[in-house]
């Protein structure tokens, strides 16, 4: 699976002449539909094994997960934050995990015009680095990438096969509700499983016979990594243009 680095570097240096060439090789879906959405729905984003489906979700959510960042790195006008839509989009047969998202990203650029440029900017988040103790993990055999995750209760599970720990830097930004980056200075791909409780589990003193850690707790114990307080470079996604009204299906 390539990196979010990796792939933020490619698109940030521009379109090689090659690169170019191959544009309309964008990974797709075969079949996608965009409609406004209707007021009364509830938002969610889900994916079956043929399909994605994203409901009553702003423009600036897809951008967000066509590009796997974080809403924060995102800079985008603010009407991209009050207009929704209904997307569905049906994967071709083979399709890869890495790929749906680019598919995701292929159909703002032709059904919305979406053009982005790339940005640096530093601010407060959180550095992913080895801990005192060292790294635990071995390397896995490279193949195609895994995460499954979420919460029972209050208990949070996230199991991973085969990601950087670019993906996973990502993923705990999502709970710790800021921007983490990779520091660790580690290549390779990795299989793992976490558990952690939330915070107001971890300070409720429940008592419970197999108590789950800390978020901070179980990466140093399962992991050998932390997190670390401190300003960050983070990738901006800057949206230069992005129509209102979509092309029609």
């Not at 959180?126 to 499954?148: D, H, I, N, Q, R």
């Not at 107001?200 to 008592?207: A, F, K, L």
């Amino acid at each position: 699976m390539m990196s979010r680095a990796l792939l933020a570097f490619w698109l940030s240096v521009g379109l090689s002449p090659a690169f170019a060439q191959a544009k309309d090789a964008r990974p797709a879906f075969e079949v996608a539909t965009v409609k406004p959405a209707a007021p009364d729905e509830n938002t969610s984003n889900r994916a079956t094994a043929d399909q994605m489906i994203s409901t009553h979700q702003t423009l600036k959510q897809l951008v967000v997960l066509a590009y796997g960042v974080q809403p924060l790195q995102v800079s985008a006008p603010d009407w991209m934050e009050s207009v929704r839509f209904d997307v569905t989009g049906k994967y071709p047969p083979g399709t890869r995990d890495r790929d749906r998202w680019l598919m995701l990203r292929t159909l703002l650029e032709d059904r919305f015009k979406l053009t982005v440029h790339h940005e640096t900017k530093e601010m407060q988040g959180y550095a992913l680095v080895v801990a005192k103790g060292g790294f635990k993990l071995k390397p896995s055999e490279p193949g195609e990438g895994m995460t499954v995750g979420g919460n029972q209760g209050r208990v949070w599970t996230f199991k991973a096969r085969k990601i950087p720990l670019s993906d996973l830097a990502y993923e705990l930004g999502d709970s710790l509700g800021g921007i983490v980056v990779d520091e660790t200075g580690l290549g390779g791909v990795y299989d793992f499983q976490l558990r952690w409780a939330s915070d107001e589990m971890t300070n409720s003193g429940d008592s419970d016979p197999n108590p789950a850690p800390s978020l901070f707790t179980a990466l140093q114990d399962t992991l050998g990594l932390m997190v670390q307080k401190q300003r960050v470079p983070v990738d901006m996604i800057v949206v230069d243009h992005a129509e209102r009204v979509p092309t029609e299906n």
